[in-house]
């Protein structure tokens, strides 16, 4: 055999070495894509984008503890969403629940902790200084009272009621007590167009239904009803 022979024999074996052993790989990078793609769903709402209750939690808890005091928890309630069903409809309820995912996450950003915690409660954890609070919770009032277009044309007039709390002001960075707390600040605000910042007197309300009941006497951020 000639010396090119035996190179070109040489040269071939190589190749299809490579080629077999590329093989397996390839399938093992698309299992580990599709094993990824279907993590992400289960994280993931698969109507708004936002993290599903677990993932929310687990990203929410390490942000507290990164951040502490610069830390503020944001709690967000749909308001009159039954009616927004019984006039346009499932679909439109949907669209509703889509656009405020949406603009739930292009407010909190990608470092943030975002969730649909059920029906037309959300969740927001978030990296959010004192000194602009103000100005953040009332641009995020303002964006979810903005109207929704839905595919067909039609507009829907939209509003949600939002209460927060710090663990600055309430000295903890517990994310239930901070989610309880925020949840009843939200309460007191409900149907005002304002935010409302939790203050110490809210982690003593009792529950009522599940839900904490509110109480007057807390800062309040947005525009008027």
Not at 23 to 33: C, K, N, Q, R, S
Not at 131 to 145: G, I, K, N, T
Request: charged residues 20%; without cysteine.
């Amino acid at each position: 055999m000639s010396s090119l022979l035996r190179v070109q024999g040489r040269i071939g074996q190589r190749t299809l070495l490579l080629t077999t052993a590329a093989v397996p790989l390839t399938g093992w990078a698309v299992h580990a894509v599709t094993l990824h793609r279907q993590l992400a769903a289960t994280r993931r709402d698969p109507l708004t984008g936002l993290l599903r209750r677990d993932a929310y939690t687990a990203r929410a808890r390490r942000i507290l503890a990164r951040h502490g005091d610069s830390t503020t928890v944001v709690m967000v309630d749909a308001d009159h969403f039954k009616q927004v069903n019984d006039t346009a409809g499932h679909p439109g309820g949907d669209a509703v629940l889509a656009a405020f995912g949406a603009r739930l996450t292009a407010w909190a950003g990608p470092r943030a902790a975002a969730g649909r915690l059920g029906g037309d409660e959300f969740a927001v954890v978030l990296e959010l200084a004192a000194d602009r609070r103000e100005q953040r919770l009332a641009q995020l009032v303002r964006m979810l009272h903005t109207p929704v277009t839905l595919d067909d044309g039609r507009t829907i007039d939209v509003a949600a009621s939002v209460g927060a709390a710090t663990p600055d002001i309430l000295g903890t960075r517990d994310l239930t007590v901070l989610q309880r707390a925020a949840d009843t600040a939200l309460y007191d605000g409900k149907h005002s167009g304002r935010a409302v910042l939790a203050t110490p007197a809210h982690t003593t309300v009792p529950s009522i239904n599940g839900r904490r009941a509110g109480r007057p006497g807390t800062a309040a951020w947005g525009r008027a009803a």
